[in-house]
């Protein structure tokens, strides 16, 4: 070694001392950060900003309820009294949250990626929790930030530094909110295992959260009585009062009574305190549980008999059903469109009501076929391209299947149905709707549909990207360029499907001969050596496994 | 170039593949009867792994040929793999799939008949202490179940010969004895085994033909007192032979850049 080398290891900072949880968790978000690809990081820079405009848009439709509400009490607003509305809806927002935050506590809590490094170390176990729940706080106070950024901007708008001071207040709620979901982590953990706990957070977190933005919609709609409440009040005339209405109790909270923000602050931290404490002594047996040690067994575990299916059409598709079912981060990806149609129902279904016609909100005759066919499209190809995702870029024994005689061609066909049928079923299902009234655009709208659907898995199937299932929950390594692509072929069959239930079959052609070109561009421009089973760069090489 | 014998179970003839300016494997020749259990040692990125990807079809040879049962690779990869089971070191099984359920999907693959693979599914299962675990997910297993799990996928199909690449890594003593008796099993029943390991004491107690790989190449081939006697070392242990081997092969590269440890280690 030369004398005047550099030092192969960083000087440690004051802030960042090696073995504090401050270390940790500086070394658990930079190695977080580093195993994501560029693609991915966009993905969930892209997430990040549609998360933020939806609690942005959700924030101020709920402050333009709680304002009203509070208003009303001050005798000094004009709009009728909301005070139980807003506290359904503020209730039905706390919700939502507290289902977002649990999948993510849970999978902070149980990390497993360093715990036996880390336990093997001589850290006490109660510093890695530490690190894991301040992990957790810094993620939430990052949200806050990034939330509040709204309130500082219009703070610096108005010059009027109320606005400003929201954060200590939506911080408190947030530290709550973390605490909660860390103590219900916890019990899921103990009751169920690891895995099964993971599942079940998963599915729980993302019913609660959906639970709760359809309790604020259909609310919101009830007492509106319009299903175009939402839109026009946010966006028109009311958005501004809406948001000022939201900020100005906050802001007067923290800025004229800074005693009870103080209170509240303390409130949060010390529940937050509090869980940490509790998980103190209880971390060393929760990380054995983790790890395995100590494994929990499923009881009235049930035994089958021996029962093959022969053909390996069957047994893949069989197989990727199992795998995608078994699956919740898939399951969740898939029921993310579909429930989001619920709402989209809810809003058309009220403007086509009687009651919406006379007060002249009405749909004309035949657009809402159209509506739904387009909705179903667009979303059903969401669900063919997670699909397809999982089925073409996932395949966690790609060696196995290369050095089997079986035919690549079967194995590739059997793979793109077990796509297919689940969106095609979905299709189907959802134009019978609009085959109640209008059986042969019904028919057009699922035959240009299906199109549709099979060409945004083909994007996917065209452009694998190799990703390992059990690294999904953390790491989505799903092609940036397939997604964009599996969006603009959803929106382009869409409006073809629409246009033809609409009876303009003749410019349906349109949308439909560029997503038929765009479909030739991207398979001319596929990269040809990879082709759709994962882990096998050298498939389709002279001598290759399917080129026999 | 030398035709393959039609009576070989294996014949390998100058292999060669290339990654990029690397040259991971320099004209290997392997020539194995039926029921041989054949024992490739070498260091980390000797080529051993290589060499038993192109054998199970998995990779395209740069040079040489490979035959099987008289089959060709090139000419007949699917009749080659129906007698070929490959087993990596890393078992990847599918997580969400049962370990019944991932014997049902490889049966499948090899178009093994529905009751007979039924009926062999139930002897693996038992004979490697996973009956009771047959329907519960992979994704639960421990290291060693899920190596005795693909193992059992590896047999099931009845295979001619079987490529097994580290199998006892990670095995405790009890399941590493267990899938010792199994594979001296198959090979009495007359299928023919390759192996790769680095723990000296299986390739000496298993191997009746041990090859030693470095660089790509195959510096030497037999069994122990062949190997011994080729290294100059009587009654030497097969780990100092094999080290002595390695190191001469080395010793050039090692002087042209020494990395000795600094001053840190005491």
């Known amino acids: 070694m030369t004398q005047n080398a550099q030092p192969l290891f960083a000087r440690p900072s004051l802030l960042h001392k090696p073995g504090t949880a401050s270390w940790l968790i500086r070394n658990n978000i930079r190695t977080r950060l580093r195993s994501k690809s560029s693609a991915s990081r966009l993905q969930a820079t892209g997430r990040n900003i549609v998360l933020l405009l939806l609690l942005g848009y959700a924030i101020a439709e709920l402050g333009g309820r709680i304002a009203r509400a509070l208003a009303v009490l001050d005798g000094d607003y004009e709009y009728p009294p909301y005070l139980l509305n807003a506290g359904i809806m503020l209730s039905a927002f706390a919700i939502s949250l507290l289902g977002s935050s649990l999948i993510s506590a849970y999978s902070v809590f149980t990390d497993r990626d360093d715990l036996d490094l880390l336990l093997a170390s001589p850290l006490p176990p109660q510093r890695i929790l530490t690190a894991r729940l301040l992990q957790s706080a810094y993620g939430a106070a990052l949200t806050t930030t990034l939330i509040g950024t709204i309130a500082y901007g219009y703070s610096i708008v108005t010059v009027d530094i109320r606005f400003a001071l929201i954060f200590p207040v939506l911080m408190s709620f947030m530290l709550i909110n973390l605490a909660v979901s860390f103590v219900i982590a916890r019990c899921l953990l103990l009751w169920f295992g690891l895995r099964r706990g993971r599942t079940i957070a998963m599915v729980a977190g993302f019913v609660v959260l959906i639970c709760g933005v359809l309790v604020f919609q259909i609310n919101s709609m009830i007492s509106s009585q319009s299903g175009k409440a939402i839109l026009a009040e946010t966006f028109g005339p009311g958005f501004e009062p809406s948001l000022i209405a939201l900020l100005t109790p906050i802001g007067r909270l923290a800025f004229g009574q800074g005693a009870e923000t103080l209170v509240l602050s303390g409130v949060a931290v010390a529940v937050f305190m509090g869980v940490g404490a509790f998980f103190w002594d209880r971390f060393a047996a929760d990380a054995a549980l983790m790890a395995g040690q100590s494994q929990h067994i499923p009881s009235g575990r049930k035994t089958s008999k021996i029962k093959f299916r022969h053909a390996i059409l069957m047994a893949t598709i069989i197989k990727e059903w199992r795998s995608m079912l078994r699956d919740p981060f898939v399951m969740v990806q898939v029921a993310t469109p579909l429930v989001s149609l619920i709402p989209m129902a809810i809003a058309i279904w009220s403007l086509n009501q009687p009651s919406a016609v006379l007060k002249g909100q009405g749909l004309p005759e035949g657009t809402l076929s159209i509506i739904i066919g387009f909705l179903v499209v667009m979303f059903g190809g969401q669900v063919a391209g997670t699909l397809a995702w999982t089925a073409a870029s996932i395949e966690e024994a790609g060696d196995l299947l290369l050095s089997s005689p079986a035919d690549g061609g079967k194995l590739f066909w059997s793979k793109a149905l077990a796509t297919a049928i689940p969106s095609f079923v979905f299709l189907a299902l959802s134009m019978m709707i609009i085959g109640l009234s209008d059986p042969l655009a019904a028919l057009l709208g699922l035959g240009v549909g299906s199109i549709g659907l099979a060409c945004v898995g083909a994007v996917e199937f065209l452009r694998p990207r190799p990703a390992r299932r059990v690294k999904m929950t953390q790491r989505p390594d799903r092609s940036v360029i397939s997604i964009i692509l599996g969006a603009l072929f959803s929106l382009l069959w869409a409006t073809a499907a629409a246009m033809v239930i609409g009876g303009q079959g003749f410019w349906s052609l349109i949308p439909m001969s560029i997503g038929i070109a765009a479909l030739i561009f991207v398979w001319a421009s596929s990269p040809k050596s990879v082709v759709w089973l994962a882990r096998s760069p050298k498939v389709g090489a002279a001598g290759g496994p399917w080129r026999a | ?266």
């Open chain 2, 1 to 266: 170039m030398s035709a393959p014998n039609s009576l070989s179970a294996l014949s390998v003839t100058n292999l060669v593949k290339n990654f990029g300016p690397k040259r991971a494997v320099d004209h290997i020749s392997i020539e194995l009867a039926p029921g041989a259990f054949y024992g490739l040692l070498g260091a980390n990125g000797a080529g051993k792994t290589t060499t038993m990807r192109m054998i199970a079809g998995l990779l395209a040879q740069d040079l040489g040929t490979i035959s099987v049962f008289g089959k060709d690779t090139l000419d007949d990869p699917r009749g080659v793999k129906s007698m070929v089971a490959w087993l990596p070191d890393e078992p990847l099984l599918y997580d969400k799939l049962t370990a019944l359920e991932y014997l049902e999907f490889v049966c499948g693959l090899w178009s093994v008949d529905r009751l007979l693979g039924e009926q062999r599914a139930e002897d693996l299962l038992r004979w490697l202490d996973l009956w009771d675990v047959r329907d519960q997910r992979c994704e639960g297993f421990s290291r060693g179940m899920r190596q005795k799990t693909a193992l059992a996928g590896a047999l099931i199909h009845d295979p001619k010969l079987l490529l097994l690449d580290e199998p006892f890594s990670g095995l405790d003593a009890a399941v590493a004895r267990q899938v010792k008796d199994l594979l001296v099993q198959k090979t009495k029943e007359g299928a023919t085994i390759i192996l790769t390991t680095h723990v000296m004491e299986i390739a000496q107690r298993l191997a009746q033909t041990i090859a030693i790989i470095s660089d790509g190449r195959i510096l030497a081939e037999g069994d122990i007192e062949h190997l011994r006697a080729f290294a100059d070392m009587p009654g030497s242990s097969l780990e100092d032979v094999f080290i002595t081997l390695v190191d001469r092969q080395a010793a050039a590269a090692k002087a042209a850049s020494p990395h000795a440890l600094g001053a840190g280690w005491s």
